[in-house]
């Protein structure tokens, strides 16, 4: 078996134990034993992940704006301002750690909103919700704005 074979056969049965012996040959500079296109995968997998978890942060978010904001139920605005005040952290979080994810929250913003939109309507078939998001989509604003203040 090559190293090549090899590395994918590790790389298919044990992926932490792949990491680490690919960790350990990178820092070792064995450039020539490294399963290069699995390392690829792995890293575009990785900012894969980031852009999912913003798209799903900030569709928690705009779900627990929209509850806060449209849906009467005074017993239950705590708990979703904790739940956007979480968000927000962990969104900026995300986007002090890749500055760049700043261009895909932009681009996908009117997918995100019509997402946690139908799930909101869904779940509060009796309450009223705007079309179109009727706020600033400048991602620093939806990371500050107590929109139900106004």
Same mark, same amino acid.
């Given at each position: 078996?090559?190293?090549?074979?090899?590395?994918?056969?590790?790389?298919?049965?044990?992926?932490?134990?792949?990491?680490?012996?690919?960790?350990?040959?990178?820092?070792?500079?064995?450039?020539?034993?490294?399963?290069?296109?699995?390392?690829?995968? $792995? #890293?575009?997998?990785? *900012?894969?992940? !980031?852009? /999912? &978890?913003?798209?799903?942060?900030?569709?928690?978010?705009?779900?627990?704006?929209?509850?806060?904001?449209?849906?009467?139920?005074?017993?239950?605005?705590?708990?979703?301002?904790?739940?956007?005040?979480?968000?927000?952290?962990?969104?900026?979080?995300?986007?002090?750690?890749?500055?760049?994810?700043?261009?895909?929250?932009?681009?996908?913003?009117? $997918? #995100?909103?019509?997402? *946690?939109?139908? !799930?909101? /309507? &869904?779940?509060?078939?009796?309450?009223?919700?705007?079309?179109?998001?009727?706020?600033?989509?400048?991602?620093?604003?939806?990371?500050?704005?107590?929109?139900?203040?106004?």
């Amino acid at each position: 078996m090559t190293q090549t074979q090899s590395q994918k056969t590790l790389y298919k049965q044990d992926l932490v134990a792949w990491f680490d012996d690919t960790v350990a040959k990178l820092k070792e500079r064995r450039f020539d034993e490294i399963d290069i296109d699995s390392l690829v995968e $792995e #890293i575009e997998g990785l *900012a894969g992940r !980031d852009k /999912r &978890e913003l798209e799903s942060r900030l569709e928690v978010l705009l779900c627990h704006v929209l509850k806060r904001i449209y849906v009467e139920s005074p017993n239950d605005y705590r708990g979703w301002e904790l739940t956007i005040r979480e968000q927000r952290r962990r969104i900026q979080r995300l986007l002090k750690q890749s500055p760049s994810l700043r261009n895909h929250l932009n681009q996908n913003f009117s $997918e #995100i909103w019509q997402n *946690a939109l139908s !799930d909101t /309507r &869904e779940d509060y078939p009796q309450s009223q919700f705007p079309d179109a998001w009727m706020f600033s989509t400048e991602i620093d604003d939806l990371l500050s704005e107590k929109y139900w203040r106004y």
